[in-house]
């Protein structure tokens, strides 16, 4: 009977070292743990900052020679737009030239306008392709900055009004040009009559509905089967 205290008394000390020695393995395990997502983090960290680094660097270099090829095709529309504006008033242009003989002077400088007006349409539209093709390439540029500033926790929301036709006059723009070489049509579908969408005027971040139009018609055109429609509603 003596005894009974003194093993009562072991075992609370053996039951006592048991959870002694759990709590200090529960502490390494946790101390293993933590390190190891501070390493995990700092990891992320790197990636984060080398993909900031990326996307600069991407910018700086491809933003460059697209303002130049921007200034360049701007240069050149307005060339052809002064052409343009001679040929509607009756002078020689890009390949018209001065004819002589008194007899035959109005016939053909008539002529020689008539083929100067059809040699610049094809490069009218042909300009206007690249020009849009650059305007596109500067949006899906920039559509990479709006990531990293939303990554940044800085991303903004700028709205101004603008007319509903105007909105989507631009969306059917975008999405040919994001359709060529595609068998894939567009259509709009609005219940609105042509003045109510003159007058109808929303407030939005164009270039961000810009980016989200944009993603949904590359979606659209690549997930539609060939000969499909593409159909847009406004109501």
Known sequence: LNDL???????????????ITSEIANTVRMTELTKQMEHERAKLQDALQLKRIFVRYVSH???????????????????????????ASGQ????????????????????SS???????????????????????????????????????GVFKIN????????ILTEADKLFNLLSKGSCVSFAMDTRL???????????????????????IFTNA???TPSKGTVLMKAE
């Open 221 to 223: 055109v690549k997930f």
């Open 61 to 87: 270099e491809v933003r460059t020679p697209l303002n130049i090829a921007t200034l360049g095709l701007k240069y050149m529309d307005d060339v052809l737009s002064a052409e343009e504006s001679k040929l």
């Open 5 to 19: 205290p003194r093993h009562s008394f072991q075992r609370d000390m053996l039951h006592m070292e048991d959870q």
């Open 193 to 215: 009559t042509s003045s109510q969408l003159q007058t109808t005027v929303v407030e939005i971040d164009r270039s961000k509905f810009h980016q989200v139009i944009r993603n």
């Open 114 to 152: 008539q083929s100067s007006m059809v040699s610049t349409s094809p490069l009218r539209e042909v300009l206007n392709d690249v020009q849009d093709s650059c305007t596109l390439a500067v949006d899906l540029l920039n559509d990479l900055l709006v990531y990293e500033k939303i990554d940044d």
């Open 159 to 166: 709205t101004s009004p603008i007319a509903l036709y105007r």
């Open 92 to 111: 020689s242009g890009i390949c018209g030239g001065a004819s002589g003989g008194e007899g035959t002077g109005s016939r053909s400088h008539s002529l």
